[in-house]
């Protein structure tokens, strides 16, 4: 059942990677209408604040996926000398306080958007965007990033192999 679940989990961080490279086809978008705006003397309207919430966005989107695909840049100095059980408890409790700080962080982020949205704050820009707006999305990424961390956490803690390249054998979610 935990691996059906993590297959789902897995394909939901794959989306989230790709709208995640969507927002950079985007980014690029809102840049070069920018550049063209000023090249042929037009106002652009906002657009390097856009720009900016979209680059947040995008970040944000694709933590989840890079985490499970190890893709972030690992600190390993002081697990590449352990072996077996010690190395999984080492990883174990990495992976625990990591939950810790990712549960907190998607939760602040939460509160800022339901605040944000409570007071109607706006930006200071010339477009005068709701703030809840840009930063729900930039909400749900840290979300994504902070399940994937448990999914990782509870995967490592029952099914150690399959979060664990060095010792994996079988196809687990660090295979792409």
């Not at 989306?15 to 090249?39: F, H, N």
């Not at 856009?50 to 985490?67: D, K």
């Not at 059980?85 to 990591?98: A, P, Y």
Request: hydrophobic share 50%; glycine share 10%; net charge negative.
């Amino acid at each position: 059942m935990l691996r059906s679940i993590s297959k789902i989990l897995d394909g939901i961080y794959r989306i989230g990677a790709v709208v995640s490279g969507a927002l950079l086809i985007l980014l690029c978008c809102l840049v070069l209408y920018s550049i063209s705006s000023r090249m042929f003397g037009f106002y652009a309207g906002g657009a390097t604040d856009v720009a900016g919430y979209v680059m947040a966005t995008s970040t944000f989107m694709a933590l989840a996926y890079t985490f499970r695909t190890q893709g972030h840049i690992r600190v390993a100095l002081l697990i590449q000398n352990l072996q077996g059980s010690r190395r999984g408890m080492v990883e174990i409790l990495g992976l625990g306080v990591m939950s810790i700080v990712m549960t907190f962080l998607a939760f602040y982020m939460y509160r800022l958007v339901y605040d944000s949205w409570d007071f109607g704050e706006r930006s200071e820009g010339a477009d005068a965007i709701l703030m809840w707006i840009p930063q729900l999305p930039v909400a749900v990424g840290a979300f994504l990033l902070a399940v994937s961390v448990v999914h990782t956490l509870i995967q490592a803690v029952f099914d150690y192999d399959a979060v664990n390249p060095e010792t994996s054998e079988h196809e687990g979610p660090n295979e792409v």
